[in-house]
């Protein structure tokens, strides 16, 4: 059981280039979740899931974008990097039952600089 | 939208001490307060949550409580120890068909040897 996988742990991009953050998870998670954590900050909600097919913005959408085709995967879209978006991206996965919240599993991020 | 707060930013303790880090919360319809503790370089590892039916929860040496009509929570950790010191993260989040987790901007965490 790997958990949460996400790859590539480190990327330099230059401005105006583009990527896709991959994350994959192995429990059978439903719900799963992009999160932003800036130097010294918290982490900040960029997308989440609750289900193939279903996506929507958190609290940072701009410049990403999300899809969720499978239970298993949640790949993570910069079409047009700029130096903001320079950051640790972490996905994360919980099993949502609709009634009360479960943990939150995280992987263990990529580090994403824009140069 | 949900806001959290979480204070200290920086925390120094001598082993063998306690630490208490607390969170407020704005929305009052957040049931759910995890914290997660996270090493340098590290993903966030959740160390203890709490619902909002439940007044404090223990895990060993951690312990966390809730205050509803205040809306704040607290993470305790009482004999400290080296391995400790790492950043710790306050989380609330209301449930409902996203459970999206809404963080606090963490508290650093050291302990003295």
């Known amino acids: 059981n790997a958990g949460v996988t996400q790859t590539p742990k480190f990327r330099i991009l230059k401005i105006g280039q583009s990527m896709t953050l991959q994350c994959t998870q192995d429990?059978?998670?439903?719900?799963m979740y992009w999160y932003r954590q800036d130097p010294g900050m918290g982490l900040k909600l960029i997308y989440y899931?609750?289900?193939?097919?279903?996506?929507d913005k958190g609290e940072v959408p701009n410049g990403y974008n999300v899809s969720r085709s499978t239970t298993e995967d949640f790949p993570l879209r910069l079409e047009l990097a700029a130096p903001s978006q320079t950051s640790v991206y972490f996905c994360?996965?919980?099993?949502?039952?609709?009634?009360?919240?479960?943990?939150?599993?995280f992987g263990d991020g990529t580090r994403l600089s824009i140069l | 939208g949900e806001n959290v707060e979480q204070h200290p930013s920086t925390l120094s303790v001598q082993e063998g001490d306690s630490a208490v880090i607390k969170c407020t919360y704005s929305?009052?319809?957040?049931?759910?307060f995890p914290w997660y503790k996270q090493e340098l370089g590290k993903r966030p590892q959740l160390i203890i949550d709490?619902?909002?039916?439940?007044g404090e929860k223990k895990d060993q040496r951690i312990a966390v409580t809730l205050n509803k009509t205040a809306k704040h929570f607290s993470l305790h950790i009482t004999e400290t120890q080296p391995e400790d010191s790492a950043v710790y993260f306050c989380?609330?989040?209301?449930?409902?068909?996203?459970?999206?987790?809404?963080f606090g901007s963490g508290t650093r965490l050291l302990v003295r040897p």
């Open positions: 994360a996965s919980s099993y949502g039952t609709g009634k009360s919240n479960q943990p939150q599993h």
């Open positions: 429990m059978n998670h439903n719900y």
């Open positions: 899931s609750v289900g193939a097919g279903i996506t």
């Open positions: 929305d009052s319809a957040s049931n759910y």
């Open positions: 709490i619902r909002s039916n439940v």
């Open positions: 989380a609330a989040s209301k449930g409902g068909s996203s459970y999206k987790l809404i």
